[in-house]
């Protein structure tokens, strides 16, 4: 299993920045992927998740950053995306991708590397 | 969106037993949802060390283990070890599925 985070970098406040990631290694069509991220020196904070098709690829944001991201995939390349809009300072920080997976509770069993995102002017 | 309470740090001695506290509530743990628990080394990404409440992926050592019990859950670690000193979160969920994290305890090997 891998995943692969893809597109961070440094975006002005109030811009926009769609990140990916990239999964292989197991049947990712099947899965709901995950968002988190973790501003420097601070704790883990769960941007987001979607569901499969078979689940209408159902869509749950956390609040900070409700109505302003969007997660979205393409199962025929095996990628998660995330669009951020009206990016404002406080959404700087790491984010990783993740597999929520049933066979081991809904816990988040395998994680990217993680993508920086710098929101600054 | 709640949050579960962890202590900011824990330490022990090599070979020492050392428990890590996640307190939540009854729209979380309390509600009967299950609580996981994660490994982060500085600059890695976290690692999943605990699942369903007490269950050790293959892989990791039995030196860790978790309970949970009404609103709260609990990590422990018996036979500290320096490659143990890491940051640690637990995570569950709440009514509108959306996950939710620990705050984080830093533990040291003294």
């Known amino acids: 299993v891998q995943l692969v985070e893809s597109g961070g970098g440094l975006v002005e406040p109030g811009g926009s920045l769609k990140i990916s990631c990239a999964a292989s290694g197991f049947t990712f069509s099947d899965s709901t992927m995950n968002w988190v991220r973790q501003a420097s020196g601070k704790g883990l904070e769960w941007v987001g998740h979607i569901r499969s098709k078979s689940n209408n690829y159902a869509t749950v944001y956390g609040v900070s950053v409700k109505g302003r991201f969007t997660i979205s995939r393409d199962d025929s390349k095996n990628t998660t995306y995330l669009q951020m809009n009206s990016l404002k300072s406080e959404d700087t920080a790491k984010y990783f991708c993740?597999?929520?997976?049933?066979?081991?509770?809904?816990?988040?069993?395998?994680w990217g590397q993680g993508t920086l995102v710098t929101v600054s002017s | 969106q709640s949050v579960l309470t962890q202590p900011p740090s824990v330490s022990g001695a090599p070979g020492q037993r050392v428990t890590i506290s996640c307190t939540g509530s009854?729209?979380?743990?309390?509600?009967?949802?299950?609580v996981h628990w994660y490994q982060q080394i500085p600059g890695a990404a976290p690692k999943l060390l605990i699942y369903?409440?007490?269950n050790r992926p293959l892989g990791v050592p039995d030196r860790f283990s978790g309970s949970r019990s009404g609103t709260s859950a609990s990590l422990a670690i018996t036979g500290l070890q320096a490659e143990d000193e890491a940051d640690y979160y637990c995570q569950s969920y709440d009514s509108s599925l959306s996950a939710i994290f620990g705050t984080g305890t830093k533990v040291s090997v003294l």
């Open positions: 009854s729209s979380n743990i309390g509600a009967n949802y299950d």
């Open positions: 369903v409440n007490t």
């Open positions: 993740t597999r929520r997976s049933y066979r081991v509770g809904a816990a988040l069993d395998y």
